[in-house]
C-alpha cells in the first residue's frame, strides 16, 4: 500500500508534518477517520507537541480541544481509579501491577497525552484470583456477564475473570491472570511477567510490565485479537511504544529474548511490519532479527498482508473498498480460532448466537462511552 493511498488518518501519524497543508475538507475527513479509530485526543496532542495547533483550520482546532478536555477528564479518572483499586488490594501485600492504558498513563509515556479508557487492566497471580475478586467485591465492584454459561467462559477458559463494574462510578476493571486464554495455542508465562514488572515512580505499591514486555503484550492483544474496530488506535500505541523505548540501551537486543522466551516471535512480527508498512516507524539494524524470526511462510505472508492492512484502517466508508468486508471477517474468525481449539470454539459460537439470553449486555455499562470517573 502507497503513502498516497492510505486514509488521512494513517498518513496524520505517519507525517505529521503534513497535518498543517490539510485543507478545510480533509480536516473534516480526517476528523470522522480519527474519531472512528478512537484517536482524535490522540491527534491534538500530536499537533500539540509539534507547536503547531495554531497552523490548522480554526474549526478542526475547536472540535479537537473538545476532544482534548474529555481525554484530560479521563486521565484523571484513570489516577482516581487506580488509587482506588491499589487500596482495594492493599491487604493482599502484593503491588498493583497494571496493563495497557492504565500502565501507561501511571507511567507518564508519552503516549498516555490523549488517550481514551473504558477500563483499567490488572495482572494478578491465579492462585489470588478468588482473594482479589473478593476484595474488588467488598469495595463495591461487582461482576457483570452473569449468565452461567459466561461465567464458565471466563473462569475455565479464559485469561481473565468476568469484567467487573463499580456500582456506584459504573467504572470497568479487567483482572487477568495471564495475556492469552488458556485455550490459545501459545502460553507465554505469567510469572516471568510478573517477576520482570518494573516500579512507577512516585507511586508506591504500583508497578507496570518491563518495557519489552509492555511492548509484547500490546502486539499480542492486536494480533491474538479478532475484532479491530480500534486497530489502528493500537498499532499507532505500539508506533509510540517502540519510538519511546527503542533508544534505551539494550532494548531491542532483550525484545528479541523475551520474544523468543514468551513464545511471542509471530505477534512481534506483525506488529513491527504493520507499524513500518503504515506508519513508517523508524527501527533500527537491530530489528531486522525479530523480523526475521517470527516470519511467516510466504504464502501465509502475502495474505496476512491483504487482510491486516485493511482490517487495521478506521472503520469508516472512506477506508474501504470491495475486500474489506471481506478481510474484517476473516481477520475476526482468525482471532478466535487463535483463542480456542476448532471444537470449543464452534461450541462457544453456537452457544452465543443461538443458547445466550439476548438481554444480557456484552460491554460493561458505560463502555460504550469509553469513561472514566473521576
Not at 232 to 258: C, S
Request: glycine share 6%; with cysteine.
Amino acid at each position: 500500500m502507497t503513502a498516497r493511498a492510505l486514509p488521512l488518518a494513517v498518513l496524520a501519524f505517519r507525517d505529521p508534518s503534513r497535518l498543517v497543508h490539510f485543507s478545510l475538507a480533509e480536516w473534516e475527513l480526517l476528523l470522522r477517520q480519527s474519531a472512528a479509530a478512537n484517536l482524535q485526543a490522540r491527534l491534538y496532542a500530536l499537533l500539540e507537541e509539534r507547536g503547531e495547533l495554531a497552523a490548522i483550520p480554526s474549526l478542526a482546532l475547536r472540535h479537537l480541544r473538545w476532544t482534548d478536555t474529555i481525554a484530560r477528564r479521563h486521565w484523571r479518572g484513570v489516577h482516581w481509579e487506580v488509587e482506588q483499586i491499589r487500596r482495594a488490594l492493599s491487604g493482599l501485600g502484593q503491588p498493583l501491577i497494571l496493563l495497557k492504558g492504565a500502565a501507561y498513563t501511571m507511567a507518564g509515556l508519552a503516549l498516555a497525552r490523549g488517550r481514551l479508557y473504558s477500563d483499567v487492566d490488572i495482572l494478578v497471580g491465579e492462585d489470588q484470583l478468588d482473594q482479589v475478586e473478593s476484595a474488588l467485591m467488598l469495595h463495591g465492584w461487582v461482576a457483570t456477564h452473569l449468565d452461567d454459561y459466561d461465567q464458565r467462559y471466563y473462569r475455565q477458559w479464559m485469561h481473565e475473570l468476568p469484567p467487573m463494574v463499580h456500582i456506584k462510578r459504573e467504572s470497568a476493571i479487567d483482572v487477568h491472570h495471564a495475556i492469552l486464554p488458556r485455550t490459545a495455542p501459545v502460553h507465554p508465562d505469567p510469572a516471568q511477567l510478573r517477576a520482570a514488572a518494573v516500579a512507577v515512580p512516585g507511586h508506591p505499591g504500583l508497578q507496570v510490565l518491563s518495557p519489552p514486555d509492555m511492548v509484547l503484550h500490546s502486539t499480542t492483544h492486536l494480533f491474538f485479537d479478532g475484532e479491530l474496530d480500534h486497530g489502528l488506535r493500537d498499532l499507532v500505541d505500539i508506533h509510540y511504544l517502540l519510538r519511546e523505548f527503542g533508544h534505551q540501551p539494550g532494548f531491542w537486543e532483550a525484545l528479541a529474548v523475551r520474544a523468543r522466551t514468551l513464545q511471542l516471535e509471530r505477534p512481534l512480527f506483525y506488529a513491527l511490519r504493520y507499524c513500518s508498512r503504515l506508519l513508517a516507524t523508524p527501527l533500527p539494524p537491530e530489528a531486522d532479527a525479530l523480523r526475521n524470526a517470527g516470519r511467516p511462510a510466504p504464502l501465509l505472508l502475502a495474505v496476512m498482508d491483504r487482510l491486516f492492512e485493511r482490517a487495521l484502517l478506521p472503520v469508516h466508508a472512506s477506508c474501504s473498498d470491495a475486500w474489506t468486508g471481506v478481510a474484517r471477517f476473516c481477520v475476526y474468525v482468525r482471532g478466535n480460532w487463535l483463542r480456542m481449539p476448532p471444537l470449543l470454539l464452534v461450541r462457544h459460537l453456537f452457544q452465543k448466537a443461538f443458547l445466550s439470553p439476548k438481554d444480557v449486555p456484552e460491554d460493561p455499562p458505560g463502555a460504550e462511552a469509553e469513561q472514566a470517573r473521576p
